[in-house]
DNA sequence: GCAAAAGTGTTTACAGTACACCCATGG
DNA sequence: CCATGGGTGTACTGTAAACACTTTTGC
């Protein structure tokens, strides 16, 4: 399949990190592989590029095909060539990662699900996982934490209703590090994200916390708009924080 | 060339997108195309990746190919791989770019170098250019500006001595923004990542300013803690601007 | 002496951080 | 009435931002 001088003998696939959270923990979607090689090892979902297949839709296909979840968010990170990563050919492959709502994942079919478990990310990531599948999923949990800091993408991964401690736990296990409740509900309330659904959790052994949806129309419009916060901000402001970028975090 | 439902019929490349900065002016190196297709339009610096060939060093050759230069910040961007986007066939391009000083840069052979020129990187990104080599300038560019705000890269487009009115001109032409001269030196100077030479301009009609060089081995330092500053902090410090970096920038 | 860029400190305002107690519910 | 997590406000501090004049050199 390979060995000869010659272009256009090579192939291209896409891998997907399957991001979802559960029970305070970031998981990964992975496949115990059925045939070599690395038959029964873990492997990230992936698939070979279709000749007349933009890469985003390939990405989009492994994704839906596993999970039957549409829409998702979804993201390149960064693509893989090393010239033996896979032992049957010259094969690069572009690694995505997807944000989904495990509430929303309906495994397909059972003979197959049993191939398809959610893994604890930071176990997956120390086992031995098939091909270089180890240093990809470390990838785009770098990107994804790096991605977290820039854009609420963390919403991407809560049901449509939660409390502010689930967001709160949510981003303690992307940030790895805890955060002061009072202070992490100050800075998300005055962004004004949040909608406040006026109801309350039920069925809980304490007092219910009240629960939120997360504000997509207001999120694209500040998105628009820079992120500049219109309503708060003076002129002064506008320029404000941007030495501080400057350079070092 | 395409149009079989075959795999491993199609190829890949690389594209660099070279910057440099010379006369207050971010610059990016493009060649003008002598064949079809896209014959006489400016082009990215491009090629296929051998078969036996890493994609990194696929890209640092065409660098040195092109400019004679080694030892060069490189960074891989995205992968650009829409059906269409190669009229000869399916190839798809992995994009990367690079930082030079424009002073080592030494031309290759005559003939090849009159198809080689420095283009200001606001103009080329409007001008028609060959393949979708606008959008991967433009998400190159992008991806340098984002970086640089994280970390400094910026030294890599001066030339080992500069004074800190060039430094503050390459931030400025990078952030597309003014700065304030006595906040971005007061800045600059208390990461201690400069070291002062003790040394003059010479022949400039105006008072000559100190000339200051990049302090690496310090960088590496700081880079290795994490940027957390280790003479200057407490911990308290330490998680300081954690919360602030949450979400939003 | 004049043009041109280098160099230099202080004040203000905001935003992040630290921190502790009462509340509501189920059992 | 107890256990469990939900919910709330203030004082402090560090850093970014705004801002104007003097200095040095070449011509």
Not at 68 to 79: A, D, F
Not at 130 to 137: P, Q, R, T, V
Not at 197 to 226: C, D, I, S
Request: charged fraction near 25%; hydrophobic fraction near 40%.
């Amino acid at each position: 399949m390979n060995g000869e001088n010659n272009f256009f003998k090579s192939a291209f696939s896409v891998d997907n990190v399957i991001f979802g959270f559960d029970e305070g923990d970031l998981k990964v979607l992975l496949i115990k592989r059925g045939n070599e090689p690395y038959k029964g090892l873990w492997a990230l979902p992936g698939d070979l590029v279709y000749p007349n297949e933009d890469l985003d839709t390939a990405a989009y296909r492994v994704l839906e095909e596993l999970t039957g979840i549409k829409n998702v968010y979804l993201e390149q990170v960064h693509t893989f060539g090393a010239v033996d990563r896979h032992p049957l050919g010259r094969v690069i492959t572009i690694a995505y990662y997807s944000l989904v709502k495990i509430s929303d994942f309906t495994p397909k079919a059972a003979s197959f699900a049993q191939n398809v478990e959610w893994h604890i990310v930071d176990t997956a990531i120390k086992s031995k996982l098939a091909f270089d599948h180890n240093i990809i999923l470390q990838t785009c949990f770098n990107a994804l934490t790096h991605r977290v800091r820039i854009r609420p993408v963390g919403f991407e991964l809560l049901p449509p209703k939660f409390t502010l401690t689930e967001l709160q736990h949510l981003y303690e296990s992307l940030l790895r590090e805890e955060l002061d409740k009072r202070n992490f509900r100050k800075k998300i309330l005055s962004m004004s994200l949040l909608i406040d659904l006026n109801e309350l959790q039920e069925g809980v052994p304490h007092r219910p916390a009240k629960l939120y949806q997360f504000n997509k129309e207001r999120y694209q419009q500040l998105e628009a708009q820079g992120f500049s916060f219109e309503v708060k901000e003076s002129k002064k402001k506008e320029k404000k924080q941007r030495l501080a970028a400057l350079i070092l975090q």
